[in-house]
Each structure stands twice: as structure tokens, then as C-alpha cells.
């Protein structure tokens, strides 16, 4: 069955750097677009970017150019977000999700979500 | 750029249908077949209920469909159960250079 499984939570200062994994299973990681969504406290979702598995091509929303990087390896099925300058408002719920669909512009399989507290 | 519209909150009786809408623009909603619908329960991670306007995916009950015309998509939930009480959000592809994915602001649906 299809997985994908987020490392914990996380508490870091404001300045600092934050680096959350997905690792995948029951499927070809290579075969499918990995995006980032995030969700503060009581808010919506937010889309941040994707990832494509194959190429380790990726494109970021705008607000977060500069400050976010997504990476991958391949050799254990895993995707990377990294998010620097870390600020009180960057203090979320980051979710990973296998893109589907004609665009890979839907999302079928959810990560467990990764809680990261930004505060001094 | 702006969320898509949706509605803070509706409400309704099980047994009942209703219907969410999502507004957005030429850009996204308006131009491309390519708009999704996720349910979430507090404390989960968000579920595809529709994709590509139109489509169930594998396991999502028949009484979750979706719609579009112009610039505003529908999701329409019939028979209410008790366990259809959730958010739910939509999302749109966008042909903004900002962005690739656009969501909509969320519903927060009461099962009275």
C-alpha cells in the first residue's frame, strides 16, 4: 500500500533552518511528483512547491523563493523540504503528498504531516 | 495571489445534500479542467474526494460529486452522515507564473 511517512516535529528559533523528510513506499518514487503543503494553526492549506523524483527538478510558489529547497534521494525513496530564515509565521504543519492527475496537480496519498514551532 | 472562494461554513440535516462552491478566476477555476476537492477531519491529514472536477477516486463514496461552471466549481454531498463533518477545500490548477496550485480558503461543513 502507498505510504508516505514524515519525520517528527520539530522546535527551532527564528533565523534558523528546518529540513523535513518524506519517505515513500508501495509504489515507483520516481513515477510521481512529491509536493509540500503547509497548514498553520487553525488556517488553510498553502501550497509551497513540488518535486519531480526522476529529474530532482523543482519549482517553488513564489512566496517562499529564496528560502525553501527541495531535494530528494532516490536511493531510499525519500524527499526533502528545507526552509531557511525561519520566522514565527513559518510555525506549521508541512504535509507531503504524491501528486496525480493529468498536471500531477492533485494530491491522492498524504504524509502524517511534520509540526514545526518556530519561537525564541 | 488570492485563495479561491469558498464559503466559511454550511450546514445541514443527514440526509440532506449540499453543495460548496469554489469561485476563482480565468486563470484557474475558469480555464482548466483541473480542479480538486479534499475532505479533513481535525487533526488528519487532508483526503481526495474529487480530481479533475468530475472524478472519484478509488474507495470515495458516490454520494461526493463534483461540478464546474465558468469560473466557480461545486462540490455536492448527498445523503449528510454525521461522519461528513469536516473542512473541506478546494484547489485549482492556475496558470500563474506565482504558483502552480491554488486552494480555496475552506469550508468548515456542520452535520446539524
Known amino acids: 500500500q502507498v505510504q508516505l511517512v514524515q519525520s517528527g516535529a520539530e522546535v527551532k528559533k527564528p533565523g534558523a533552518s528546518v529540513k523535513v523528510s518524506c519517505k515513500a513506499s508501495?509504489?515507483?518514487?520516481?513515477?510521481?511528483?512529491i509536493h509540500w503543503v503547509r497548514q498553520a494553526p487553525g488556517q488553510g492549506l498553502e501550497w509551497m512547491g513540488w518535486?519531480?523524483?526522476?529529474?530532482?527538478?523543482?519549482n517553488y510558489a513564489q512566496t517562499f523563493e529564496g528560502r525553501v529547497t527541495m531535494t530528494r534521494d532516490t536511493s531510499i525513496s525519500t524527499a526533502y523540504i528545507e526552509l531557511s530564515s525561519l520566522r514565527s509565521g513559518d510555525t506549521a504543519v508541512y504535509y507531503c503528498a504524491r501528486g496525480m492527475g493529468m498536471l500531477a496537480e492533485s494530491f491522492d496519498y498524504w504524509g502524517q504531516g511534520s509540526l514545526v514551532t518556530v519561537s525564541s | 495571489q488570492s485563495a479561491l472562494t469558498q464559503p466559511a461554513s454550511v450546514s445541514g440535516s443527514p440526509g440532506q445534500s449540499i453543495t460548496i462552491s469554489c469561485t476563482g478566476t480565468s486563470s484557474d477555476v475558469g480555464d482548466y479542467n483541473y480542479v480538486s476537492w479534499y475532505q479533513q477531519h481535525p487533526g488528519k491529514a487532508p483526503k481526495l474526494m474529487i480530481y479533475e472536477v468530475t472524478n472519484r477516486p478509488s474507495g470515495v463514496s458516490n454520494r461526493f460529486s463534483g461540478s464546474k461552471s465558468g469560473n466557480t466549481a461545486s462540490l455536492t454531498i448527498s445523503g449528510l452522515q454525521a461522519e461528513d463533518e469536516a473542512h473541506y477545500y478546494c484547489s485549482s490548477y492556475t496558470s500563474s507564473s506565482t504558483l502552480v496550485v491554488l486552494f480555496g480558503g475552506g469550508t468548515k461543513l456542520t452535520v446539524l
Open positions: 518535486i519531480n523524483p526522476n529529474s530532482g527538478g523543482a
Open positions: 508501495g509504489y515507483t518514487f520516481t513515477a510521481y511528483y
